[in-house]
């Protein structure tokens, strides 16, 4: 039995992160991932400003690596389209120039995304990394700590700390730390990879269409690199269940009757199934740590509630779940008590971003509000403006939870 201080489980954006901080700060970690890289997981592909930002707290060389691999391609911003048809264009820079600028986001699919992250951790020898290794069993031991176990019942791992960065349907998250999925909080998604997709913007935006007789759920079409598109659908899990929607049924026939995109996929080609998933979101606050473990990621709900991205907010989980097994190791304390350290970092982080989200959100009800606003920010170059600096400023985004905001663009 293999036997280590920390123990990360799974290998996506949240464990490759956390082990990549970890081995810069000198600390050996095993990490362990069921599948074998590169493998492919179901997700709408953006990689926002905010992942870049991750990518560069790693090591600054990595936004420009990234940058230079053929699997990414630079996005300029976003294109929500409201249940009235109007399109409200969110640039992530406002007055951007793609000639001269660093790209503020990107697209990239997972399966390349998540590679080029463990490609990384490869060249740390720091990092164990054990791959197609699937872990069914999580044991406490009398000395603290967690021993782990395959699905025949053999020991492979003891460790003191574990970082939990398996998904969202982590068995530990469930059985060990209590979380259960909760519809309200959680989102049904489906995506699905197009050719051939005409109208995609020339920068790259990426859309979400909110259409009146599909909300509260919305659809996205993501251009990808090679000409193909990621093209989903996702909805609270609350509304799928009290509507009973087919969320397949209803994509499908909305690409293929919707005014604003019959014309655009009247020729596009399916290029692989239409593969659905689970979002487990962050619109309230967990206990994402107990004794000797943390949860990093989808395994700790962290998604953003408005936008599903959810990759930003995993990475880092992963750099503040290495921060604080650093500490537990210097001060030899892995109780649940200290432990909640992570808990505040990751929250301070993060709510105040995921309480707006959760109000944007709520917006989808009013959607007569989401078209003044779209069609105001069309013809008022301030608003439009004011609405870019949203996406970058919290702060500022602040703005959209205050009634004064909304009396003054219903009446100006």
Not at 47 to 62: A, D, H, Q, T, W
Not at 85 to 90: A, D, I, R
Not at 261 to 280: C, H, M, T, V, W
Not at 335 to 354: C, H, I, P, Q, T
């Amino acid at each position: 039995m293999h036997e280590t201080d920390v123990c990360i489980l799974g290998a996506g954006p949240a464990g490759a992160t956390a082990a990549l901080h970890l081995a810069t700060k000198g600390i050996p970690s095993l990490l362990i991932d069921k599948a074998v890289f590169p493998r492919d997981k179901v997700c709408g592909d953006a990689l926002s400003g905010k992942v870049v930002n991750e990518l560069r707290r790693i090591s600054p060389e990595l936004p420009a690596l990234l940058g230079a691999q053929q699997e990414a391609l630079p996005s300029w911003g976003i294109h929500f389209i409201s249940p009235g048809g109007q399109k409200l264009s969110v640039p992530f820079k406002y007055d951007y120039r793609p000639e001269q600028d660093v790209p503020a986001g990107y697209i990239s699919k997972r399966v390349d995304f998540d590679n080029f992250l463990i490609e990384q951790v490869r060249q740390r020898p720091e990092v164990e990394l054990w791959e197609g290794v699937a872990l069914h069993k999580y044991e406490r031991t009398a000395q603290g700590g967690f021993v782990l176990s395959d699905k025949q019942g053999q020991p492979l791992v003891q460790a003191r700390l574990l970082l939990v960065a398996n998904g969202a349907q982590s068995g530990f998250t469930r059985h060990v730390a209590g979380l259960e999925q909760e519809p309200e909080h959680y989102c049904a998604g489906l995506r699905a990879y197009y050719r051939g997709v005409a109208g995609m913007d020339a920068d790259n935006f990426i859309e979400l269409h909110f259409f009146r007789d599909f909300l509260p759920g919305y659809l996205w079409v993501f251009p990808l690199p090679g000409g193909q598109a990621n093209v989903g659908v996702g909805m609270l899990s609350s509304e799928v269940s009290r509507k009973k929607i087919n969320l397949k049924k209803e994509m499908l026939q909305m690409l293929a009757t919707h005014p604003d995109l019959k014309q655009r996929f009247a020729n596009a080609e399916l290029i692989d199934s239409i593969r659905g998933y689970g979002l487990p979101l962050g619109s309230r606050k967990r206990v994402i740590s107990g004794d000797s473990y943390m949860l990093l990621g989808d395994a700790g709900a962290l998604i953003d509630p408005f936008t599903g991205e959810g990759i930003s907010n995993a990475m880092i989980s992963g750099r503040w779940a290495a921060a604080q097994a650093a500490q537990c190791l210097e001060q030899q304390d892995f109780s649940a008590a200290f432990m909640r350290g992570y808990d505040k970092a990751v929250y301070n982080r993060l709510w105040k971003e995921l309480r707006l989200s959760r109000q944007m959100q709520k917006l989808l009800k009013y959607p007569w509000l989401f078209n003044q606003l779209a069609s105001k920010a069309s013809k008022n170059q301030a608003l439009a403006e004011t609405i870019s600096c949203m996406f970058n400023d919290i702060d500022m985004r602040q703005r959209l939870r205050q009634p004064s905001f909304y009396m003054r663009l219903l009446f100006n």
